[in-house]
């Protein structure tokens, strides 16, 4: 059952269109995420849900309930900030009772409920420090309690973790799923960062210039981008220019980078037209590199190469090879397998194969 | 960067500013105090020949005498009462146009603050004149005045030489005292605390109880301090604008240098009138140290 509705909602600034006409339904208990480059409307959309900017025009609904017009405080869902917006008056205990002191609990349950949560994100020895006198990462904790301790709805989380080092981050990720998963309150997060994105989500919602691309499972929109920018955007991708040969009712062949021809299964092969130009997207990971042709041609796509150039990742390399025609194609290979995978320095020739199936046809006829 | 020689020089000039234009004042007012008063003005000779024997010429009456004048005490309370009631209405007055000002657009702002500095650009003489005008017996505002007490059947009033246009002038003068040190600590708040005490359950209402208010107390603070000290030692007001019954104390202080020529009460008076600012700026330290969070509130 869908906990957030947000239908048809549309928001301009000054002419400038930033949500246009984005519709989701978010389900209870889900960690949904809005993944999208800086400046797509995400925290706009965000915003608009939390009632601190209103739509132009649509709808959300929170658990049936019409909130469009309701003042925030109305509105049984919290927001974590991305700079966290702690009180800085007030104690770590005071900010996260402030909820409860708003919704008039009596003293003593407040007490039990605040202590109760400073457990939860083990901050219960700094309760009486101001928030000047915590770390980045304890802010971040404050924030989150202060947010689930009268149990809302609904959790929006603006970039909360952008402001943390690398490796608290990666702390905090865990963490944040793990509170997900106990409180089971619904989390809406919004991220630019993809791999972040992709490790926490149970769903996500792909934005670009305020309309949403993809929306699906983090595996799906990885694995299956539907369009050229979602493929883009998440994670390393070839894209190369493919025509399209032939189509059956679940089949379509294509000749790949003016020169490479196969035949990939894909249910919306029937709507291609022959001859249309469109994206064939396949992920550096999923092709293998040899310095002998001693791959099985049956299934996999073979073609000579030479090196272009290559990043050192340490537990893999990234390969830069030339296909001729102005088309470069990235190789993901590791650095420590037992198939016989050596370094290759520049120009040395190479052959790399790839299964067709492991890429994907992006119509681009509709754009 | 300096070196601690080079720092040590560079202070060497503003103590010296100190010493001379304030410390050197000071000690030469508290000696006075001890004085005698001199036959006509000034303070009698240190040290007089009575009979072949010198005798030194100090003494305690003049502190007697102000600790137990009615009319000194009177008006010391007088201006106490002055200086707090225009505090609390600059307060009120300038808490709303400080908040306006800090919340308005870039373009507006920068006008809106000139428009609180531009009386500064007149003498202070002139504003008060301004105010005699406005207040005076012939001013359409005393006419409506008294025409509306007229019709409760009270007798007609004089706006003018009064208590009330003491204050009044006190509050206008001091009004942009208040306004710029509340503008500066207002236009520092971050907008996304009030959001987030909104997210969390606040009304407009208590968001500002619970939020902007606590967080601009270090404003207040410094606004009330600007605006009480001057007012309690002024003088130029309540002789221009007020009556007898409206005097304060910096009047007896300036009657005693320059008309009765007591400088020995003058003196007290000062001292008394010093050591109460500051007392109460103590008072108003030791309340905003309190404030613990707040000190890194607003940065
Ligand atoms: N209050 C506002 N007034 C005018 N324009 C705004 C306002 N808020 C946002 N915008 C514009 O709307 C667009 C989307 O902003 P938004 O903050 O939603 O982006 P975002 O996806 O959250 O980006 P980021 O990842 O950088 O936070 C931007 O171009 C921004 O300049
Ligand atoms: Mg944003």
């Given at each position: 059952m869908a906990i957030l509705e947000i239908k048809n909602v549309t928001k301009q600034f000054g002419g400038n269109l930033?949500?246009?006409n984005i519709s989701i339904d978010i389900k209870k208990g889900e960690f949904f995420t809005l993944l999208g480059p800086s400046g797509c409307g995400k925290t706009t959309l965000l915003r608009m849900i939390a009632g601190l900017v209103s739509p132009d025009s649509g709808q959300i609904l929170l658990d049936g309930v019409d909130i469009t017009n309701l003042p925030p405080e109305k509105r049984p869902l919290h927001t974590i900030f991305q700079s966290y917006a702690l009180f800085p008056h007030m104690t770590v205990a005071d900010n996260i009772a402030f909820p409860l002191k708003m919704a008039k609990w009596d003293k003593s349950r407040i007490d039990a409920q605040v202590n109760e949560l400073l457990e939860d994100v083990q901050l219960s020895q700094f309760?009486?420090?101001?928030?000047?006198?915590?770390?980045g990462g304890q802010k971040q904790r404050v924030a989150i309690a202060r947010s689930l301790v009268d149990r809302p709805k609904l959790l929006l989380l603006d970039e909360p973790l952008s402001a943390l080092d690398a490796r608290l981050r990666e702390h905090m990720h865990m963490e944040l799923v793990k509170l997900q998963e106990e409180t089971g309150v619904t989390f809406v997060y919004v991220t630019h960062d993809q791999h972040e994105a992709l490790a926490l989500s149970s769903r996500i919602a792909v934005l670009n210039h305020g309309t949403i691309e993809q929306l699906d499972k983090p595996d799906i929109i990885y694995?299956?981008?539907?369009t050229h920018f979602v493929a883009d955007f998440l994670g390393k991708c070839n894209l190369l220019k493919a025509e399209v040969l032939a189509t059956t009712t679940d089949t379509v062949t294509l000749r790949v980078a003016s020169g490479i021809e196969f035949s990939i299964k894909d249910p919306a092969s029937s709507s291609y037209q022959i001859g249309q130009i469109g994206w064939y997207s396949l992920r550096p990971e999923k092709l293998k590199l040899s310095?002998?042709?001693?791959?099985?041609?049956t299934n996999l796509s073979v073609i000579k190469s030479k090196v272009n150039g290559y990043y050192y990742y340490g537990n893999d390399t990234l390969y830069e090879l030339d296909l001729g025609n102005n088309t470069k194609l990235q190789v993901m290979a590791p650095n420590h397998t037992s198939d016989g995978v050596k370094f290759f320095v520049d120009n040395s020739e190479i052959y790399v194969a790839f299964d067709p199936e492991a890429g994907n046809f992006l119509d681009t006829s509709s754009c | 960067m300096l070196r601690l020689n080079e720092k040590r020089a560079l202070s060497f000039i503003p103590s010296l500013y100190l010493v001379c234009l304030f410390l050197i004042p000071t000690l030469i007012m508290i000696f006075i105090a001890f004085r005698e008063p001199g036959d006509y003005g000034g303070v009698a000779p240190l040290i007089s020949h009575v009979d072949n024997s010198a005798q030194i010429n100090l003494t305690l009456d003049s502190f007697k005498f102000a600790f137990t004048s009615s009319f000194i005490g009177q008006l010391f309370l007088r201006s106490m009462a002055f200086s707090i009631i225009t505090t609390v209405f600059c307060l009120v007055l300038g808490y709303p146009l400080a908040m306006m000002i800090a919340k308005s657009g870039k373009k507006y702002r920068d006008i809106l603050l000139l428009m609180v500095i531009i009386p500064f650009w007149s003498s202070f003489l002139v504003r008060v004149y301004a105010w005699m005008i406005i207040l005076g017996p012939n001013s359409g505002v005393n006419y409506l005045i008294n025409k509306i007490v007229g019709t409760f059947g009270y007798p007609s009033v004089n706006l003018l030489y009064s208590s009330f246009a003491v204050v009044i002038c006190l509050i206008y003068i001091n009004l942009p005292f208040m306004i710029l040190p509340l503008y500066a600590n207002l236009q520092k708040h971050d907008d996304t605390l009030i959001e987030a005490s909104r997210d969390l359950g606040a009304t407009r209402l208590q968001s500002f109880l619970k939020v902007t208010l606590p967080l601009s107390l270090p404003g207040v603070l410094a606004g009330s301090a600007l605006v009480f000290i001057p007012s309690i030692g002024m003088f130029v007001v309540p002789e221009l604008v007020g009556n007898n019954c409206s005097l304060m104390i910096g009047n007896l202080i300036k009657q005693q240098f320059l008309q009765n020529e007591n400088w020995p009460i003058g003196s007290v008076t000062s001292i008394i009138m010093t050591l109460v600012v500051l007392g109460i700026s103590l008072i108003v330290g030791i309340f905003a140290s309190r404030l613990k969070g707040l000190k890194y509130a607003n940065k």
């Open positions: 930033v949500v246009d309760k009486d420090r101001y928030p000047h006198e915590i770390s694995s299956k981008p539907k310095a002998e042709n001693t791959f099985d041609a | -």
